[in-house]
């Protein structure tokens, strides 16, 4: 299922989130699912081409990404077996990520594709979808350059501001995930849209503190995220 998609400049991960590999291909090249990924790989490093990643497939969904909504059309989507948090969310194996290096290395080529611009389904629809998931390993992808990630860290998880605040941290808060890519409004309340895109910018660059509350850490990671996203950007 697929059609011409003019400019392709960002790629999209995602889990299956099902039983099966065969459950999930069964069901991404089903015409009546309005479903589909270009790739989908195993957890054995297999690699299936289900979609010429130069013509549109139906795996974004309802989108935002830097000022951009509905990525279909501008996005190759991949698909990682994996249960997903519904069915037993695992870790994601050595082979299967070391055939996710390699075709990523094939599409930034091919592609042209940014730095800045390979990102989760979680990032670009952070209300509905959790994929890839907090054991994602964006710091490897990034080390590959499929991706940003923080140069420094800390573990200090002392709250800054949450759910119901208001003020000019949380303003700096809006303005800071807005300028990575995330649809939130810049404002001075820390509303239910901020809780939900912190929680998903916490999934992919913060795991081990999803909380959807802005910490010590999470601000020195949102600082360091926004600064390499503005320098990668093209």
């Known amino acids: 299922m697929g059609q011409d998609t003019p400019t392709v400049d960002t790629v999209v991960l995602h889990y299956t989130g099902m039983k099966s590999a065969q459950a999930a291909i069964k069901r991404l090249c089903d015409p009546k699912a309005e479903v589909s990924a270009h790739y989908l790989v ?54 299967q990520i070391s055939s996710l290096v390699e075709l990523l290395t094939e599409l930034k080529t091919e592609f042209a594709i940014p730095i800045s611009r390979f990102i989760g389904h979680s990032d670009i629809a952070p209300a509905r979808k959790m994929d890839p ?15 940003v990630w923080p140069k420094s860290s800390t573990k200090n998880e002392t709250i800054l501001a949450k759910k119901g605040m208001v003020g000019p941290t949380v303003e700096w808060l809006n303005q800071s995930l807005s300028k990575i890519g995330y649809s939130v409004p810049v404002q001075t309340e820390f509303s239910s849209i901020t809780e939900t ?5 916490q999934r992919h660059w913060r ?16 600082q360091e995220v926004e600064e390499q996203i503005e320098t990668n950007k093209n």
Do not use: C, M
């Open 42 to 95: 195993e957890e054995n490093g297999v690699t299936h081409l289900l979609v010429d990643p130069t013509t549109r497939a139906w795996h974004a969904g309802v989108s935002y990404w830097q000022g951009r909504e509905g990525l279909n059309h501008s996005s190759i989507g991949i698909e990682l077996v994996n249960p997903g948090h519904e069915f037993g969310y695992v870790p994601f194996p050595t082979e």
């Open 133 to 147: 998931g907090e054991y994602f390993p964006w710091e490897l992808l990034a080390q590959y350059g499929f991706g």
């Open 197 to 201: 895109a912190l929680a998903a910018f």
């Open 207 to 222: 795991p081990s503190a999803v909380t959807g509350s802005l910490d010590v850490g999470t601000k020195l990671a949102l």
